[in-house]
């Protein structure tokens, strides 16, 4: 008997997180792939007919989008690794016993909402707002020149918003570091920019692919930041996939999209990982 329960026992603590899985991811995921080969329209219903063809129309129609959203989140993420490092490697290792502080600070924008903060941002970079307008009141800005709706005023707003994302999980990776390791590394008389680059960087390497993998991932397919931030020109797939669902009830051109998307990330998390080719950042992934 005792043999059983030692046997049961693992199971059944998996089976609570087991079943919500199933029941709040697999399933819908399952029904959403269902729905992404089906025809019909709104009125007279959807019928699975194994429609591929949604899935060459999404790539066809909104290729551009698709381009788009994946450049932008991989800008983002780049860009986000460079300058939360920094951040993180101080923290972790000059941080002191201010580390609670600096972990708060960096998490405090947090306790206001995701679109409320990304709308604050829309008030502070218009042309009359309190960033521009000063400037171009003294003459160093051209009284033509604008950031909502450019490019640069969504990847800006992603970089804001994802950015303790980032920041986190490089820097419980640098806590992890034995400080006696980098100090040999300094007793043989190797450089700052060697230690960091032969030490520090690649034991932070878990904490970059899990940042990586919970920046890029939301990044390319966000549409607040798009639609709040940005214009016709900067719309990403994210806002594709809203008004086909919300808006013109084309749940299976939407479930394609959605899809496909799911698809080109996955690869590239997975091409990501085995590159990096460590078990640790396999390990810091599953975390």
């Known amino acids: 008997m005792n043999r059983v329960k030692r046997t049961l026992a693992p199971y059944l603590l998996v089976l609570p997180g087991g079943l919500w899985l199933l029941l709040f991811f697999v399933v819908p995921m399952v029904t959403m792939f269902s729905l992404s080969l089906q025809q019909g329209d709104i009125i007279n219903g959807y019928r699975f007919t194994g429609h591929w063809q949604n899935y060459l129309d999404a790539i066809t129609d909104y290729r551009v989008q698709l381009i788009r959203s994946l450049v932008y989140g991989l800008i983002t993420t780049v860009a986000l690794i460079v300058m939360s490092f920094p951040v993180a490697y101080w923290i972790a290792f000059y941080g002191g016993r201010r580390k609670p502080t600096y972990l708060f600070l960096v998490l405090l924008p947090f306790f206001v909402s995701f679109v409320l903060r990304t709308i604050s941002w829309r008030q502070i970079l218009t042309d009359d707002g309190m960033l521009l307008h000063p400037l171009k009141e003294a003459g160093l800005l051209s009284p033509g020149f604008h950031i909502l709706g450019t490019p640069y005023a969504v990847i800006f707003g992603l970089i804001y918003n994802f950015l303790p994302f980032m920041v986190l999980p490089i820097y419980v990776a640098l806590e992890r570091i034995d400080p006696r390791v980098v100090e040999a590394a300094r007793d043989l008389y190797a450089a700052p920019m060697t230690v960091f680059r032969r030490v520090v960087f690649p034991l932070a390497l878990p904490?970059?692919?899990?940042?990586?993998?919970?920046?890029?991932?939301?990044?390319?397919?966000?549409?607040?930041?798009?639609?709040?931030?940005?214009?016709?020109?900067?719309?990403?797939?994210?806002?594709?996939?809203?008004?086909?669902?919300?808006?013109?009830?084309?749940?299976?051109?939407?479930?394609?999209?959605?899809?496909?998307?799911?698809?080109?990330?996955?690869?590239?998390?997975?091409?990501?990982?085995?590159?990096?080719?460590?078990?640790?950042?396999?390990?810091?992934?599953?975390?």
Do not use: C, K
């Open 207 to 287: 904490g970059v692919f899990a940042g990586v993998l919970m920046t890029f991932v939301p990044a390319s397919s966000d549409y607040v930041n798009s639609g709040v931030l940005g214009s016709s020109s900067t719309t990403m797939i994210g806002q594709v996939v809203q008004a086909q669902a919300l808006a013109n009830s084309n749940y299976p051109m939407a479930s394609a999209l959605s899809f496909f998307l799911m698809a080109v990330l996955l690869t590239g998390v997975f091409a990501y990982a085995r590159v990096l080719g460590t078990e640790d950042v396999m390990n810091a992934a599953a975390r």
